[in-house]
């Protein structure tokens, strides 16, 4: 859905729900970055979605939707913030089993049989040295870990995840590839067999190596950029993305809300998993990887704001004790993506928040110029500046 927007000091973002625009004052020298791309929003192909939270008496949440340039149709690569939803209802799927013994923390067996997989048969980040789904879902959480997310996509499938998704009322998502790997479309159709075992070594359940045939691509010729690099070549022509994932910030932002406040949507658009799949989930989305134990990482590496990017952009400081924020980041092809439930308890300020931005000013693919540190990291935190003072100085009810 398109819609235009005339800025000068102040920005314009319209109620997905009621169809009301609501001004955003003072967007000028405070916020310069923020400025610039919301007036380039066609350059920076940025889209916004930005969601109020009040409170009934009994504490209910009631939601208010607002976006800015929001269009489902636009493809844009959604990097890493696939891992969400796919680590999700790898939860799901276990519940679904019934099976004894099997749980998000029993050993998980990646084997391969074809030359293009590659197994899984321990990981020296877990405490017993052993994958599980459950480690994979905490690096997944923690810093975005791309092997743990190729591993519960060859668990789940691709059927699995795209049919689910739909159902869930998500039909603006196509989850169809492992990520940094190079693996042709027919190959990402593949699965490799798993097995689960208990303590003793015993299996409690054996997958088979798996094939999908229905076939998920993009439509509407999805291609990005003028060029791109391939092989140490300079290809002048636009990357193809035809079947590469597809997430929109609609569709991202709802499973943020889902997971966050399951209760305000129906049965069949919910996540079915336990309340403590649930608090597992929401632990380590808003965990710092620094406060982790297995696996363990180094806090001057994997700082609180590695992947927490609203408001605190790239800061080494530690993000206040009152702040939780519960989200899932992205960055790939000069995008970069934040989904957020993010909260001060201090100052009693909520809300959610998930932007995508595009900057590759030279129009080339795969050649690692883009603007993250001039322009991509500084717009999240200064989107999320503004939007924690609107918090702080909107009368809620």
């Known amino acids: 859905m398109n819609k235009v927007f005339i800025f000068s000091l102040i920005l314009m973002i319209s109620s997905c729900q009621e169809k009301s625009k609501m001004p955003f004052e003072n967007i000028g020298d405070q916020y310069p970055i923020l400025k610039e791309v919301l007036e380039n929003q066609e350059d920076y192909q940025v889209q916004i979605v930005y969601t109020q939270i009040d409170r009934d008496e009994n504490l209910k949440p009631i ?43 029993v050993i998980m067996l990646t084997d391969s049989i074809r030359s293009s997989q590659t ?80 303590t003793e070594g015993e299996t409690i359940l054996e997958i088979p190596a798996r094939e999908t045939i229905s076939i998920y691509k993009n439509t509407g010729n999805p291609q990005l950029a003028e060029a791109y690099q391939s092989g140490g070549e300079l ?43 649930r608090e597992f989930i929401l632990k380590y989305m808003s965990m710092y990887p620094g406060q982790s134990d297995y696996p363990a990482y180094d806090s001057n590496e994997f700082y609180d704001s590695y992947s927490k990017f609203y408001k605190f952009g790239t800061s080494k400081e530690p993000i206040p004790l009152s702040f939780k924020i519960y989200n899932k980041t992205g960055q790939a092809y000069g995008h970069l993506l934040d989904g957020s439930y993010f909260v001060d308890e201090k100052e009693g300020v909520e809300f959610f928040v998930t932007a995508v931005i595009y900057v590759n000013k030279n129009k080339a693919l795969n050649d690692n110029q883009y603007e993250y540190d001039e322009i991509g990291f500084p717009f999240f935190e200064e989107l999320g500046s503004y939007l924690y003072k609107l ?3 909107r009368k809620k009810k």
Do not use: C
């Open 63 to 105: 939601l208010k939707n607002f976006d800015f340039n929001l269009n489902e149709e636009k493809y844009f690569y959604p990097a890493s913030t696939v891992k969400l939803p796919v680590a999700i209802l790898a939860l799901e799927w276990l519940n679904e089993q019934n099976i004894e013994g099997l749980t998000a923390n």
């Open 119 to 198: 197994h899984v048969l321990s990981d020296s980040s877990a405490q017993n040295f052993l994958p599980s789904i459950a480690h994979y879902i905490k690096k997944i959480l923690l810093v975005s870990d791309n092997d743990a997310y190729n591993r519960l996509y060859e668990l789940l499938g691709q059927n699995y995840i795209n049919q689910k998704l739909k159902k869930k009322g998500l039909n603006n998502t196509i989850i169809n590839q492992r990520l940094s790997l190079a693996m042709s479309p027919e190959e990402n159709r593949h699965f490799n067999p798993i097995r689960f075992l208990n």
């Open 235 to 277: 290809i002048s022509e636009p990357m193809d993305f035809t079947f590469k994932n597809r997430f929109s910030i609609s569709d991202f932002h709802g499973v943020v809300q889902r997971i966050i406040f399951p209760e305000l949507f129906a049965e069949k658009e919910r996540f079915h998993i336990s309340d403590s799949d």
């Open 391 to 393: 918090e702080l100085e």
